[in-house]
């Protein structure tokens, strides 16, 4: 790129372990409501994925190798990927802050990655009397934006927020209480014949985004019932019920959620549930309850606060062989998917 700035430089030179390494540093200061947040949107976008692409000979073919399909690009939708963190309330003030800092950047004095995500969210936090640590995940949030999209596309967005006034108001612990809420079963709740019903929340800033299941159905069961909205309208690729799903076998990965508010009341990931996500990309995690999850494995224990990508895909495989052959010098060997899902072998 001959018109790259030094700050889109210096972002290029940040490849996934670089980022890794900076977000165990910044979580510490990430205040609780955004600490899950933050890293389930870095797993949403994943920048192996986006450099995949970027480098491809062939995109369009390895797009469809890949099996993607939704928005898997950040260009796509720079104000509105992060809409569930909490500082997505501050994004006008934090995009103007980095557009800010790349353009007064100067290579030669630059500090460290972390270091410049503090940096600015210190100053936004000072300019509107904020709290620092609800400001730093999406600091970083927008920092990775920046890279996977190029500067003039970050300024060009029109930096909106993508939440109502009222939902805008909440304040951080509220939103916390909402997450730590138990359903109430009534009086008869303790028995055990008593059917239990759990509430799963899609979305923290819309209170009809919620459906209902029963004790032991796993998420993707429950969304099938809701038909309160019409929403293929929304994403083609959910056809039935708010969660996409296709093979309810951990089979395509469709299904994939984030889960910001309590994934201790999921079940545990099982042996294929866990070997799945990881060949898919979405997570590589031994953690019995995991950020990200199947919803078609996961069963319910207790209401749940979930996060649906606008994406699905399975690239896990193809990126470890990638990274495999780049690590040897040699010209990538291109794995197919496994169990790649055919549409007419699925349901
Ligand atoms: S619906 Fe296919 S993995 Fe869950």
Request: charged letters at 25%; proline letters at 4%; aromatic letters at 8%.
């Amino acid at each position: 790129m001959s018109n790259e700035t030094s700050f889109e430089t210096f972002l290029g030179q940040q490849n996934e372990e670089a980022w890794a390494s900076a977000l165990a540093t910044l979580l510490r200061s990430i205040h609780e409501v955004d600490r899950t947040a933050t890293q389930i949107w870095f797993a949403f976008y994943p920048l192996s994925l986006f450099s995949a692409l970027r480098d491809a000979d062939d995109r369009d073919q390895l797009v469809q190798q890949l099996l993607l399909q939704g928005d898997y690009e950040l260009k796509d939708q720079i104000d509105r990927s992060h809409r569930f963190l909490y500082g997505h309330r501050f994004w006008p003030q934090i995009r103007k802050a980095v557009a800010a800092h790349a353009d007064s950047f100067a290579e030669s004095a630059h500090t460290s990655l972390p270091d410049q995500i503090f940096t600015v969210a210190r100053a936004v936090a000072q300019q509107s009397k904020t709290d620092e640590s609800l400001l730093v995940g999406i600091t970083a949030v927008a920092f990775m934006t920046v890279q996977q999209t190029g500067l003039d596309a970050f300024k060009a967005a029109p930096g909106t927020i993508g939440i109502d006034k009222k939902h805008a108001k909440k304040s951080p612990e509220q939103i916390l209480r909402d997450r730590a809420k138990v359903d109430s079963q009534g009086l008869l709740g303790f028995l055990k014949t008593v059917n239990k019903q759990f509430t799963v929340t899609h979305d923290e800033n819309d209170n009809q985004a919620n459906y209902k299941l029963n004790e032991g159905q796993d998420l993707a069961w429950g969304a099938a019932e809701d038909r309160s909205r019409d929403w293929v309208a929304i994403d083609p690729r959910r056809m039935e019920g708010p969660i996409p799903v296709e093979c309810r076998s951990a089979s395509c990965g469709t299904c994939w959620v984030g889960v910001v508010g309590g994934a201790e009341r999921l079940s545990d990931v099982g042996v294929r549930e866990g070997k799945k996500i990881k060949e898919f990309g979405y997570i590589d995690s031994v953690e019995p309850k995991p950020l990200i999850r199947l919803a078609c494995q996961a069963l319910a224990q207790g209401a749940v606060s979930v996060v649906i990508p606008p994406w699905n895909g399975q690239f896990g495989k193809y990126l470890k062989s990638l990274k495999r052959d780049q690590s040897e010098h040699v010209s990538p060997i291109r794995e197919a998917p496994s169990e790649a899902p055919r549409k007419e072998t699925l349901n």
